[in-house]
């Protein structure tokens, strides 16, 4: 815990209370009252943490989270206060700026980068015997803080948010969800995964990816967000799954995509060709006379779905080699196709 002493002033013209200073931790401040607060630290500004601009995009700010949280996760700096200390408050500030409510209260002024709103004026009561002072002329001018009355009431209502009915029991309030980012490969999204998530209180929980997991897909763990009030259920932890790109690979519903070189004697001749899949190696045969651009299916090696598996799909590009051949290139300069119409006029480029 950290305390901050706040130091209020009645105005007896304007008929109200203001705040006139904050002081530091331990800090004597005259004419001040304690204020405990449950937090070790202050939050930062969010988009200083996130080193990000006041106008950035939601992916800005989805990248810069998955960039640092990988960075000072608590997984990859064991035993590390700093570091987990940091990853609280990253986390804490994508918790904010990817809900755009909470952002645009945020960006207003209305709320403060921890999500609370900040302190508003409250309003005098009647005098009552209690914590009082010597006014202007030795008047003595009683402010109330006895507890039990009005005043104390109303001005730590005012600072705790605790807008509670006098005479009442306390409404059950439940906590706010929480969100977090998950990045993972593309053959985990595929085949499924567990992974261990660290979340913003240092609890770590296992989440499990199912197979056929999609780029965006957001799980949710129940009662895993922040704390309820007054015996309020807890809100839950919202994980977005993020999918990394592959150097192959790309998704198209339940299928697989890939585009797989060949050779022009491959092209020409046909034969069999080695394919990659998310599985592992598989072998295919190349039609004689494929093109570029020919489509292969490679039945059951797409993506897991209720139905079964969808199919990875092996689009076909003739390349030639990097260094000219000199037969080829011989041949070619007297051979005589039987079909010399341009393929550009036959695509109607011309």
Request: charged share 25%.
């Amino acid at each position: 815990m950290f305390l901050c002493r706040a130091r209020l002033r009645y105005s007896r013209g304007r008929g109200l209370w203001s705040s006139l200073s904050v002081g530091d931790a331990g800090q004597r401040v005259p004419g001040s009252f304690l204020l405990v607060c449950g937090s070790s630290t202050i939050m930062k500004d969010p988009y200083e943490l996130l080193g990000l601009r006041r106008d950035a995009s939601p992916d800005e700010i989805k990248k810069a989270y998955r960039r640092l949280a990988r960075t000072c996760h608590p997984d990859n700096n064991p035993n590390d206060a700093r570091a987990e200390e940091h990853f609280k408050q990253i986390s804490g500030a994508y918790q904010l700026l990817s809900d755009p409510d909470k952002r645009a209260r945020f960006d207003r002024g209305e709320i403060d980068a921890m999500g609370q709103e900040p302190l508003r004026r409250a309003r005098p009561h009647s005098r009552s015997a209690g914590f009082g002072s010597a006014g202007f002329g030795g008047a003595r001018q009683d402010f109330g803080f006895n507890a039990g009355s009005p005043l104390g009431e109303d001005i730590f209502a005012e600072f705790f948010g605790n807008h509670r009915p006098r005479g009442g029991a306390e409404a059950r309030q439940r906590g706010s969800d929480v969100n977090y980012g998950l990045a993972v490969s593309f053959e985990e999204a595929v085949r499924g995964v567990t992974r261990r998530v660290t979340l913003g209180n240092a609890k770590t929980v296992d989440v499990r990816i199912v197979p056929g997991t999609e780029d965006g897909q957001k799980l949710r763990l129940k009662g895993q967000g922040n704390p309820g009030r007054h015996g309020g259920a807890a809100g839950d932890a919202i994980v977005e799954i993020t999918i990394d790109a592959h150097p192959f690979f790309t998704r198209k519903g339940n299928d697989i995509l890939i585009e797989v070189p060949v050779t022009l004697k491959e092209a020409i001749l046909g034969g069999k060709i080695t394919v990659p899949t998310v599985d592992g190696k598989v072998s295919m045969t190349v039609p004689r006379g494929s093109n570029t651009g020919a489509v292969l299916r490679l039945k059951g090696k797409g993506i897991e779905h209720a139905g079964g598996h969808g199919d990875q799909l092996v689009k076909l590009k003739v390349v030639l080699p990097d260094e000219m051949d000199l037969q080829l290139e011989t041949f070619i300069k007297h051979w005589r196709p039987a079909d010399e119409t341009d393929p550009r006029q036959k695509a109607g480029m011309t």
